[in-house]
């Protein structure tokens, strides 16, 4: 959709509802995994499978990158859906052989709120990464190794300074996202 469509020239609605298409696609992946297909996972997932799932997803991300391909729209749209697909495998796969733990149950009991702020928090940070590094910030983005290993990085070092946020909503603002009491 053109950007100057909108009143506000962009082409992001209010509260990003457009988003709302993609997000019942991966819901119903993930209501058809739980119901039917997590057993059969379960089945296979050791640390091999996973090294050789991780591989394929990188392969499937960084080869556009290092061959400069440009792909039609549709086969785009597929590859990116692809890409997603192999990609939360991974991670589900991983997550299946890690012991859970206090810190990985407390941002997962409060996936709302870190859904909410990281959008906030990441552009506050952004910033503060701009001013401080100046012209090499872009340098970092323009690099698709780096900036990997930056989002890698990052990806670990967010939810820990979202925790300070969602502490302080649980404690004194419960109301906010829907709950009576309050909860720490």
Same mark, same amino acid.
Request: hydrophobic share 55%; glycine share 4%; with cysteine.
């Given at each position: 959709m053109p950007a100057d469509i909108l009143p506000w020239n962009s082409s992001a609605l209010p509260w990003h509802i457009e988003y709302m298409f993609q997000a019942m696609f991966y819901m119903i992946l993930g209501y058809i995994f739980k119901k039917k297909l997590e057993n059969i996972l379960d089945k296979y997932i050791n640390w091999k499978t996973i090294a050789i799932v991780v591989m394929i997803y %990188? %392969?499937?991300v960084y080869i556009p990158y290092a061959i400069e391909m440009? %792909? +039609?729209v549709p086969v785009d749209i597929l590859y990116n859906y692809i890409s997603a697909i192999v990609g939360i495998t991974a991670v589900v796969m991983v997550s299946?052989?890690?012991p859970s733990n206090n810190y990985v149950n407390y941002i997962g009991q409060n996936t709302l709120i870190c859904f909410a702020l990281h959008g906030k928090i990441y552009s506050v940070i952004q910033t503060i990464l701009k001013k401080i590094v100046g012209t090499q910030y872009m340098a970092i983005q323009d690099n698709i190794i780096i900036s990997s290993f930056f989002a890698l990085l990052f990806a670990l070092f967010l +939810?820990?300074?979202i925790m300070v946020p969602i502490y302080i909503i649980n404690r004194y603002f419960p109301f906010i996202i829907g709950r009576k009491t309050k909860s720490v």
């Amino acid at each position: 959709m053109p950007a100057d469509i909108l009143p506000w020239n962009s082409s992001a609605l209010p509260w990003h509802i457009e988003y709302m298409f993609q997000a019942m696609f991966y819901m119903i992946l993930g209501y058809i995994f739980k119901k039917k297909l997590e057993n059969i996972l379960d089945k296979y997932i050791n640390w091999k499978t996973i090294a050789i799932v991780v591989m394929i997803y %990188l %392969l499937i991300v960084y080869i556009p990158y290092a061959i400069e391909m440009t %792909l +039609p729209v549709p086969v785009d749209i597929l590859y990116n859906y692809i890409s997603a697909i192999v990609g939360i495998t991974a991670v589900v796969m991983v997550s299946k052989m890690l012991p859970s733990n206090n810190y990985v149950n407390y941002i997962g009991q409060n996936t709302l709120i870190c859904f909410a702020l990281h959008g906030k928090i990441y552009s506050v940070i952004q910033t503060i990464l701009k001013k401080i590094v100046g012209t090499q910030y872009m340098a970092i983005q323009d690099n698709i190794i780096i900036s990997s290993f930056f989002a890698l990085l990052f990806a670990l070092f967010l +939810p820990v300074i979202i925790m300070v946020p969602i502490y302080i909503i649980n404690r004194y603002f419960p109301f906010i996202i829907g709950r009576k009491t309050k909860s720490v």
